[in-house]
């Protein structure tokens, strides 16, 4: 089957007003002549100017959160239904960053999963395990356990409408990225797990890899069968280097 590539940047708190028109200029051009799909995901107080600044073009928007609440008393958060007014396509869920930092757990992603489909928007939901889960030789049952909390909520179906992205801790920041065949080998697994259940969807469901990916190692990971592209993180604040990646998956 092909599965049409994704790459996605997650600028994560960085950027300013005038830094991310700059990313935004440089990367319209280059997007409408490649066949991947282009996402950006900028902080959510630039959501309402990213999207005009995207308008016409073929990126897509996403943001980096969403509460599974749908509206209240829940001081700093955005709900799914805020993110529908401006344009978001994607939402990013379970984030290592947001699993470490701010005590998600498999439990919250899931309701937060849902809560993005309820929206009609497409999660990014990311797994992936630690370096100390690693060298325990438990990643496949760490990535699986995450993946099937969430199955357990919204059911396999779902996974029509949800991409993941594999994105070991240790390569997250560090410039340490999981070769090709390492994270060809999760890839393959967390696959083969959700065609145990639904075979279509296993074979379906787009799988990025992220950590420390760069125009340097992008093309090794992009000729992998079961990667579909990259959650990007450093480099994708970076034009030329996003395009280089870009350019590699075709
Ligand atoms: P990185 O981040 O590319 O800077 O390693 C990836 C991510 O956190 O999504």
Partial sequence: ?????????????????????????????????????????PSHPYLSNVSQLLSGSSIKLAAQNASHETSGAFTGETSVSMLQDFAVDYVLVGHSERRALYGETDDVVAKKTAAILSGELTPILCIGETLEERQKGITVDVCNTQINTVVELVGVEAFKNIVIAYEPVWAIGT???????????????VRNNLAALNADIGNGVKILYGGSVKASNSADLFAMPDIDGALVGGASLDVDEFVGIIKSAG
Wanted: proline share 0%; aromatic share 4%.
């Fill in 1 to 41: 089957m092909t599965r049409q590539k994704i790459i996605a940047g997650n600028w994560k708190m960085n950027g300013s007003l005038s830094s991310i028109e700059k990313l935004i200029s440089g990367l319209r051009s280059v997007a409408e002549n490649f066949d991947s799909q282009v996402i950006v995901s």
């Fill in 175 to 189: 410039g340490l990225s999981a070769t090709a065949e390492q994270a060809q080998e999760i890839h393959k697994a």
